[in-house]
């Protein structure tokens, strides 16, 4: 299961492959169960308890309770998945956006406003270490 | 018998449906978005299709990891408004068109295409904003749908090669439906778009109107497109761009591109929507 992958190349994406699909089952299966309205409550009202219904392992739960939304990624979690804990918390897509990529909220809006963050210096994880505003620091698993 | 007379590509950003939802449509961040869907509409209202196939992906919204189905067709009567994590849409429940269904079903199978048959099942974004974008707030839906859901969410989805083929498979089959329906089939998701990472908001422009271009230049050479171009050069989640395949390989091949609209930013997103009509339809 630890074959490269020519997408392993990418800078700064988590691909949802095989390999953290297995690592991430018990998480994003948590995070399924905020579907529904009554588990929403349930887990904001106790965090820690409602995550005991859950085999997640130690760092999982760590990235859960500290919204360590890149983390989360790092885990096995799969962002449709991990996205529906920032609605727990009344956040949007963007907030989280903004938030894995480590910039303030309005600075990255105003990167969409302004046409999104470019390829050019973003497609391999050699030439994404430094240059222009919009290219991406290299992270660990990215 | 039945036709294929159009196709539409749509992306299916949950923030536009929030927008209608929230009737903010008109502000300075929606409007410009909007604006260039009206025409669309009004071609929609006016076509007046009997039924529509709708090629989209759940997002963790019906199937959770528990069951990942590749290829998925929806023959239900009803369809629910599925709760993401928020609550459900406030947009009607989607009526179904089991009969056309169940053909397809049968006949894509037979034709190996290895469907897997939902009879319940809650629809979410991915459906409902294409229908919201070019139908608006009715108070139910103006024509029946068929889901087809293809698998997006764990690597690897199908081939945009393979996704084309269906395409081909569903124009057979609709073609041998023996009742005189006009359907539309709606290829959702896209453009360029990332959700995740440190890369989160790539947008790639060229790629996009390259991609747009190619849907009526030269489709079979996009779907030669590998998994890994599209995600580096449109983001991990433009990968849904598979799905525009299905719609494509339902057309003819000689369909001709009748209305395009193409914006930046979308919430994370380029939001595009193309319409395309089969001339032996006209």
């Known amino acids: ?47 820690a308890r409602f995550l005991d219904r859950f085999a997640l392992s130690a760092e999982q739960r ?14 096995g979690g799969n962002i449709y998945y991990t996205i529906k804990i920032a609605f727990c918390d009344g956040l949007t897509f ?28 973003n497609r391999f994880t050699a030439e994404a270490s430094s240059g222009p505003p919009g290219r991406i620091p290299q992270g660990e698993d990215g | ?55 989209y992906n759940d997002h963790a919204s019906a199937f959770s990891l ?22 459900p849409r406030p947009v009607p ?33 991915g459906l409902t904003v294409p229908l919201s974008i070019t139908c608006g707030q009715p108070a139910s839906w103006p024509f029946p749908v068929v889901p087809l859901c293809v698998n997006v969410v764990q690597y690897p989805p199908p081939t945009g090669a393979r996704c084309f083929k269906l395409g081909r498979a569903i124009a057979k089959a609709v073609a041998s439906f023996a009742s005189d329906l006009r359907v539309v089939v709606y290829g959702t998701g ?10 989160a908001g790539l947008i790639n422009r060229a790629f996009d109107t390259a991609f747009l271009d190619g849907m009526t230049r030269d489709p079979m050479a996009l779907t030669r497109i590998t998994h890994t171009e599209y995600m580096r050069e449109a983001g991990s989640e433009g990968i849904e761009l598979v799905m525009w395949h299905v719609m494509r390989g339902a057309l003819d091949d000689d369909a001709a591109e009748v209305y395009r609209h193409y914006h930046v930013p979308a919430s994370n997103t380029a939001a595009a929507l193309m319409i395309l009509e089969n001339r032996s339809a006209r």
């Open chain 1, 1 to 47: 299961m630890s074959t490269p992958r020519d997408y392993d190349t990418i800078p700064g994406t988590y691909v949802y492959d095989a390999r953290r699909s297995r690592l991430g089952y018990p998480l994003n299966t948590f995070c399924m169960s905020l579907n529904d309205a009554a588990n929403r409550a349930a887990f904001l009202a106790d965090e």
């Open chain 1, 62 to 75: 760590r990235c859960v309770l500290e919204r360590d939304w890149l983390g989360l990624l790092r885990a």
């Open chain 1, 94 to 121: 963007q907030d989280v956006a903004a938030a894995m990529s480590g910039v303030p909220k309005e600075t990255y809006a105003q990167m969409m406003l302004a046409g999104g963050r470019s390829p050019e210096g």
């Open chain 2, 1 to 55: 018998m039945a036709r294929i007379v159009a196709g539409i590509a749509c992306s299916h950003v949950p923030a536009i449906g929030a927008a209608i939802d929230r009737g903010i449509t008109g502000n300075a961040y929606w409007d410009p978005l909007f604006r260039g869907y009206g025409t669309a509409r009004e071609w929609l209202a006016k076509l007046a299709p009997d039924a529509a196939i709708v090629v």
């Open chain 2, 66 to 87: 528990d069951l990942i189905p590749t290829f998925l067709i929806g023959v239900a009567d009803r369809f629910p408004i599925a709760d993401e994590g928020f609550g």
């Open chain 2, 93 to 125: 429940a989607v009526e179904g068109h089991p009969a056309l269904a169940w053909h397809l079903a049968e006949s894509l199978i037979l034709d190996e295409f290895d469907m897997t048959i939902a009879n319940r099942m809650p629809v979410d974004h």
């Open chain 2, 190 to 199: 896209g453009m360029s778009h990332q959700l995740q990472g440190e890369r």
